[in-house]
């Protein structure tokens, strides 16, 4: 056979089989819209807003299309009570379940809960009692507390009983209403400083606390900078995790755009009976709408298991 006619016959071939051939992909979100996701994975507000725009009922909405049962506000303390309430309504009638708000303010610069200043100490103590109102409002359970900076005066066991002694004080207040405060540890690469780090240590703060309404929020992608060794970490601390937060890392976006086996640690999670949230705390890897259904997929592919 001639060369010519070779190179037609074999490209003619190739074109029938990729027509006939089934694709090799997994199944696309569009393909399983609305079949909720096996795990409640939590996206936020501003996470889908060029298919949802701007209004938070509209963005909620589109994330119960899309098969998200869980959501999550870090910001929901300082909306209006209107739109808390408005969320909530919207939660409750699309079968969303509510996942952490911040509830006090946050010391970047200075210390607070590790530190002897009552005026902080009111203070935290103060955010808190408001905060259970916000989350009698939108039917939380959960709320984030970062407990300040290093104070670099002092030494570190000091500090430590400083910060157990406050959150024993905001445990009195949370556990009448049986609410939990999750403390998330923080990489010091993106927030240097901080008080709180590791896992183990917020594991031992924890203990001493001893309390329901005192736990971890695991932050994966902080965890994975600070100190890897992610699922032997999460089953070391287990007793103690009420919370987890997702990121890929590098990037602190969606997963598979990292280097996170995420579909196995989903997989472990589950398999250890967690049916909690998973807070979706990052950012988008692509803009636009392309970029939301992106990131939907990459969901679709590791809640497959």
């Given at each position: 056979?001639?060369?010519?006619?070779?190179?037609?016959?074999?490209?003619?071939?190739?074109?029938?089989?990729?027509?006939?051939?089934?694709?090799?992909?997994?199944?696309s979100?569009?393909?399983?819209?609305?079949?909720?996701?096996?795990?409640?994975?939590?996206?936020?507000?501003?996470?889908?807003?060029?298919?949802?725009?701007?209004?938070?009922?509209?963005?909620?909405?589109?994330?119960?299309?899309?098969?998200?049962?869980?959501?999550?506000?870090?910001?929901?303390?300082?909306?209006?009570?209107?739109?808390?309430?408005a969320?909530?309504?919207t939660?409750?009638?699309?079968?969303?379940?509510?996942?952490?708000?911040?509830?006090?303010?946050?010391?970047?610069?200075?210390?607070?809960?590790?530190?002897?200043?009552?005026?902080?100490?009111?203070?935290?103590?103060?955010?808190?009692?408001?905060?259970?109102?916000?989350?009698?409002?939108?039917?939380?359970?959960w709320?984030?507390?970062?407990?300040?900076?290093?104070?670099?005066?002092?030494?570190?066991?000091?500090q430590?009983?400083?910060?157990?002694?406050n959150?024993?004080?905001?445990?009195?207040?949370?556990?009448?209403?049986?609410?939990?405060?999750?403390?998330?540890?923080?990489?010091?690469?993106?927030?240097?400083?901080?008080?709180?780090?590791?896992?183990?240590?917020?594991?031992?703060?924890?203990?001493?606390?001893?309390?329901?309404?005192?736990?971890?929020?695991?932050?994966?992608?902080?965890?994975?900078?600070?100190?890897?060794?992610?699922?032997?970490?999460?089953?070391?601390?287990?007793?103690?995790?009420?919370?987890?937060?997702?990121?890929?890392?590098?990037?602190?976006?969606?997963?598979?755009?990292?280097e996170?086996?995420?579909?196995?640690?989903?997989?472990?999670?589950?398999?250890?009976?967690?049916?909690?949230?998973?807070?979706?705390e990052?950012?988008?890897?692509?803009?636009?709408?392309?970029?939301?259904?992106?990131?939907?997929?990459?969901?679709?592919?590791?809640?497959?298991?």
């Amino acid at each position: 056979m001639k060369r010519r006619s070779f190179v037609k016959l074999s490209a003619a071939t190739a074109a029938m089989a990729a027509v006939a051939a089934p694709s090799l992909a997994s199944p696309s979100s569009t393909t399983r819209k609305g079949q909720p996701f096996q795990m409640k994975y939590a996206p936020h507000l501003g996470m889908f807003k060029n298919h949802a725009g701007d209004d938070p009922v509209d963005q909620l909405n589109f994330m119960a299309d899309e098969g998200f049962t869980a959501f999550e506000d870090n910001s929901m303390k300082s909306r209006s009570i209107e739109t808390q309430e408005a969320m909530a309504r919207t939660m409750a009638s699309r079968g969303i379940e509510m996942g952490v708000f911040v509830a006090a303010k946050i010391y970047w610069q200075e210390p607070n809960l590790a530190s002897a200043n009552k005026e902080l100490q009111d203070e935290f103590l103060q955010n808190i009692r408001e905060s259970v109102e916000v989350a009698k409002r939108v039917n939380a359970t959960w709320m984030t507390v970062v407990p300040g900076h290093l104070d670099l005066r002092r030494d570190m066991g000091y500090q430590t009983v400083n910060a157990i002694d406050n959150l024993k004080r905001a445990c009195d207040i949370l556990e009448p209403h049986n609410l939990v405060m999750v403390l998330e540890p923080l990489n010091p690469m993106n927030h240097p400083g901080l008080f709180l780090t590791k896992v183990s240590q917020a594991f031992e703060i924890c203990r001493a606390v001893g309390s329901p309404a005192c736990k971890i929020l695991d932050d994966l992608y902080h965890q994975q900078i600070t100190e890897g060794n992610l699922i032997p970490n999460i089953d070391a601390a287990w007793d103690e995790i009420a919370y987890f937060q997702i990121g890929d890392n590098p990037g602190r976006n969606e997963p598979t755009t990292g280097e996170i086996n995420y579909k196995n640690v989903f997989k472990h999670i589950q398999s250890k009976g967690y049916d909690g949230i998973l807070g979706m705390e990052h950012g988008n890897a692509a803009p636009g709408k392309e970029g939301e259904r992106a990131l939907i997929d990459a969901y679709r592919s590791v809640d497959s298991f």
